[in-house]
């Protein structure tokens, strides 16, 4: 067995398909998804790599390859994007929690589904090893989707709390005589 195989990362060209350990037949079979589905893709449900069984794991931990393959590179940054945006706003939300245990809650919650998806793509992408975590919200599984929407609910009750302000506040009564 080459040794790049050993380490996880795609052999050479001229390997064959048994000389491939599984992670690496995984991040090939990846990386030609990616690349197959060019600007635009070849539309949902007909990608070849994705819909002839190349990608082994492919509803769950390498989710990102097919739908990369299938909408292509723009539609694989309009996801990352949806990501970048979702973590700027659990930031934004940290700053204006009214508190400090919320403001500690959502960069944690925040910080944990930005790992999740930089790990994820760095992984399709052959960045890192095969690890196996999940892309939040997309990756089929029961238990990921749960925590992810637990977590953004988190989220949204530290966003509705800052909202709502202090009521025993002049400012929030209108009572300004007081003051």
């Known amino acids: 067995m080459p040794a790049a195989c050993a380490g996880g990362l795609p052999p050479a060209a001229g390997s064959t398909a048994s000389e491939l350990s599984p992670a690496a037949y995984h991040l090939r079979q990846s990386l030609i998804a990616i690349s197959s589905g060019g600007l635009l893709g070849q539309g949902l449900g007909e990608g070849l790599q994705?819909?002839?069984?190349?990608?082994?794991?492919m509803r769950t931990d390498f989710i990102f390859a097919v739908l990369a393959e299938e909408l292509g590179f723009i539609g694989a940054f309009t996801i990352i994007m949806l990501f970048v945006f979702l973590v700027w706003r659990g930031i934004k939300i940290a700053m204006n929690a009214p508190d400090m245990l919320g403001s500690l809650i959502a960069i944690g919650v925040t910080s944990l589904i930005a790992i999740e998806v930089i790990i994820n793509i760095a992984v399709v992408t052959s960045t890192i090893p095969v690890t196996g975590m999940p892309l939040p919200f997309i990756s089929s599984g029961g238990?990921?989707?749960l925590l992810s929407a637990a977590a953004v609910g988190v989220l949204l009750n530290i966003a509705s709390q800052t909202d709502q302000g202090d009521p025993e506040s002049p400012a929030d009564t209108g009572d300004d005589m007081h003051a």
């Open 50 to 57: 994705s819909s002839h069984g190349f990608i082994p794991m």
């Open 143 to 145: 238990t990921s989707m």
